[in-house]
């Protein structure tokens, strides 16, 4: 399929998720970067309200859209792709917000394919950290990687959790599977 050719990185905020798109990117890997923080970004610049800590709703909503045109976009360049999260994410981000997953995004998280298995970064406290786009406690993003692990299973997927390891390793590791795909 060609979806097999496209594979997500997610956790919890602050795992290490973005270090590792951009050190993939600089070793030549075709990347996707995550949307939620250009979301963020956009409503904060023009002074919207769908934003994670304001109107949840709205934010994923966004998301959900952004999340399915850089998987078409992804698909489009025909090569191997690591997306720094998917649309199950949206499901994920709403049950950590404990908020009910509308149809039209759970039935985008069944039909939006990636490689069946994902790979996961846990919680990893000693790299957490906040900035302007990230505003979640360590405690919200230990619980947002526990939600992370629940959805994706229940999409059917298979979870490869990174190692709690230096970045080049990191890469080494996530280049080793997808290099088996």
Known sequence: ???????????????????????????????????????????????????????????????????????????????????????????????VSGLPVPAHIDEAARTCRYNPRVFIAPFWPEIFTGDAERKQSPEVAEATFAVMVRTYRDYGYDLVELPRTTVAERVAFVTGWIGRS
């Open 1 to 95: 399929m060609d979806s097999d050719r496209l594979h997500v990185l997610t956790g919890g905020p602050g795992s290490g998720k973005t270090t590792l798109i951009e050190a993939l990117a600089a070793a030549g890997v075709a990347t996707s970067p995550e949307v939620g923080r250009a979301v963020i970004r956009e409503q904060r610049m023009a002074g919207g309200d769908a934003l994670p800590w304001a109107n949840q709703k709205a934010f994923a909503d966004l998301m959900v859209m952004r999340d399915i045109a850089a998987r078409e976009a992804a698909l489009a360049t025909g090569v191997i792709t690591v997306l720094d999260r998917g649309v199950p994410d949206v499901a994920g981000f709403l049950r």
